[in-house]
């Protein structure tokens, strides 16, 4: 408590209290009385000057930035087989009206993209599969043959074929995406145990491109779909390796079991 040593010192709008030793000591205010007082209480309080506070700001946000994108690279967003589709009806219907983004390099496609491509098809309202190339990069197997591979499996399907398309996409994704419209990006993957230490880097890429050379664009988010298990023990280099084999003994390559049967002779062809 603040006080006085005589009445003559205190404003005259305050109550007062006398204690036995004759000290006048400042009593609880009326609600009026604070009234007045606080303008003077608040212009009172030494705030930091502006720079200060927009140096604290800018520190508070890239704290929460780093924090945000540690927890997006380290801990990143899986969809575990079974897939499942949204539990509710007003999130069913919102996923019909996203577009979402399966990317990869297709280097062959084969029967667990299409089981991908399916999944994502059912849930969401637009898929496209994107091929991504190098442009300063040649290939054995054109991204544009690829592309054609992967649009006569999604042909074969009847169910995928109104709502998926294919693209190749030389570049950042991440770019494509913003101008398509995208709303998350996928990518398709045996196991995070397997797969996570290649796909960390391209998950860095999509994660810090968009805020670096967006330019400070905050980045989409990047789904990881772990496969189907019962193709989980199919991969591309797995389908060139069967080629390469093939080609040193002299023999034709068996593709059927790995990729559907409309393309399988022509993937043997072009891989073989």
Request: proline share 8%; hydrophobic share 40%; with cysteine.
């Amino acid at each position: 408590h603040h006080r006085y040593q005589s009445h003559r010192q205190l404003p005259p709008h305050l109550p007062m209290m006398m204690t036995a030793g004759g000290e006048t000591l400042l009593s609880r205010p009326p609600q009026g009385a604070l009234s007045r007082l606080l303008p003077s209480v608040l212009l009172s309080i030494q705030l930091p000057p502006i720079p200060l506070l927009c140096l604290y700001s800018a520190i508070l946000l890239l704290v929460s930035a780093a924090t945000w994108l540690y927890l997006r690279l380290y801990h990143p967003i899986l969809h575990p087989y079974p897939w499942k589709l949204a539990s509710s009806p007003s999130q069913r219907k919102a996923d019909k009206k996203r577009k979402v983004v399966l990317a990869g390099s297709y280097n062959p496609p084969h029967r667990g993209h299409v089981a991908m491509l399916s999944y994502l098809s059912q849930r969401y309202g637009e898929v496209i599969a994107v091929v991504g190339m190098n442009p300063a990069k040649k290939y054995a197997v054109t991204p544009q043959q690829r592309a054609e591979f992967i649009q006569q499996m999604i042909d074969a399907e009847d169910d995928i074929k109104a709502n998926v398309r294919v693209e190749v996409v030389g570049g950042y994704i991440w770019r494509f995406a913003f101008r398509e419209g995208v709303s998350i990006m996928f990518r398709g993957i045996r196991s995070w145990a397997k797969d996570g230490d290649e796909e960390r880097y391209l998950h860095f890429l999509n994660t810090w491109g968009p805020m670096v050379f967006g330019p400070l664009r905050w980045p989409l988010p990047t789904h990881f779909l772990e496969g189907k298990p019962e193709y989980n023990h199919i991969s591309s280099t797995l389908i060139r390796n069967i080629c390469l084999e093939a080609n040193k003994k002299g023999t034709k390559a068996d593709l059927s079991a790995l990729v559907p049967e409309e393309v399988a002779d022509g993937v043997a062809k072009a891989y073989c």
